[in-house]
């Protein structure tokens, strides 16, 4: 599986973007997605998963209410719409497929993993 991560940029805080994550090769489309971004100098956290049917979404506290996952199967894309930007949500986002079909919020979790699009939020 290979994933393709994109839709980031840079916007003012209040303002939205949309990440998406596509699959090539083999399909996702049995697998978990999750989100996971890193910030210069800090560790790489969880931000979001999705499970295989696109239930069961799940997020770190400090995005809820702020940020959806969801996918569509049809097109092996896995989507992040980020809304209320905040400047500590500026990072290196990555999205990854689950060993399993729902992941979790450990990246050990996750057997594929993007490239990583830039978001970066201005104050």
């Known amino acids: 599986v290979q994933l393709q991560a994109s839709g980031g940029g840079f916007v003012q805080a209040g303002g939205s973007l949309r990440l998406s994550c596509r699959s090539s090769?083999?399909?996702?489309?049995?697998?978990?997605v999750g989100w996971f971004r890193q910030a210069p100098g800090k560790e790489r956290e969880f931000v979001a998963r999705?499970?295989?049917?696109?239930?069961?979404?799940s997020y770190t506290d400090s995005v809820k209410g702020r940020f959806t996952i969801s996918r569509d199967r049809t097109k092996n894309t896995v989507y992040l719409q980020m809304s209320n930007l905040k400047p500590e949500d500026t990072a290196v986002y990555y999205c990854?497929?689950?060993?399993?079909?729902?992941?979790?919020?450990?990246?050990?979790?996750?057997?594929?993993w993007g490239q990583g699009t830039q978001v970066t939020v201005s104050s």
């Open positions: 090769g083999r399909t996702f489309s049995n697998n978990g």
């Open positions: 999705i499970s295989w049917n696109g239930g069961l979404p």
């Open positions: 990854a497929a689950a060993r399993s079909a729902y992941g979790g919020a450990d990246g050990s979790s996750y057997a594929y």
